[in-house]
């Protein structure tokens, strides 16, 4: 067995977790900004050699973040588009999102598979999920680059994830969600 198998000795003891995405942007200051005023902690602003910035923000109850910067991609200012994000609440998401004065699209659902998410095919039905089903109510915004945001409503995370601040009162209620989790039980 060599490093790349899979299904090595290693492969169960190794976590691999997403830290950070780049987001290409034209104007760093003015995404910052952005990004602050939706609620983003500032973690990181560093300038290097050769005009290099960085600057890197994480949302709230996120353990990933994003990099804006110049001269830390190629991609062009606005040209990634599907970015995820998730909340409990889609329709308090979107309410703060407006009262910060953020364009946001309307709350939708789509009305077969899940195809509306990416483009909007004609298929979005406005508002949520009828059932308010994890994983089906969604709305859309864009930084001021044009980089696309999906923010997707997840009340039944997916075994091992947690969504929200998770009501642990004791160690043992901790505990007891753990064991849930490894065994793939919300």
Known sequence: MGHGDANGPQAASVDL???????????VDRAKEFYATIGWRLDAARSGNQGVRLIQCTPPGSSCS????????????????????????IEAARSRFVAQG????????????????????GKRIVGPHPDRA???????????????WIVQEVTKPLPG??????????VQDLAQAMIRASKGNC
């Open 66 to 89: 994003i990099q804006l910067g110049s001269g830390i991609t190629s991609a062009a200012p606005g040209s990634v588009q599907g970015f995820y994000a998730v909340v409990s609440d």
């Open 134 to 148: 994890t994983g089906r109510s969604y709305l859309t915004f864009s930084d001021l680059d044009g980089n696309g």
């Open 102 to 121: 953020i364009e946001t699209s309307e709350v939708f659902h789509c009305s077969e598979g899940f195809a509306c998410r990416f483009t909007d095919n």
């Open 17 to 27: 977790k997403l830290e950070v995405v780049i987001v290409p942007v034209s104007d």
């Open 161 to 170: 994830r947690v969504v929200g601040n998770p009501p642990f009162t004791s």
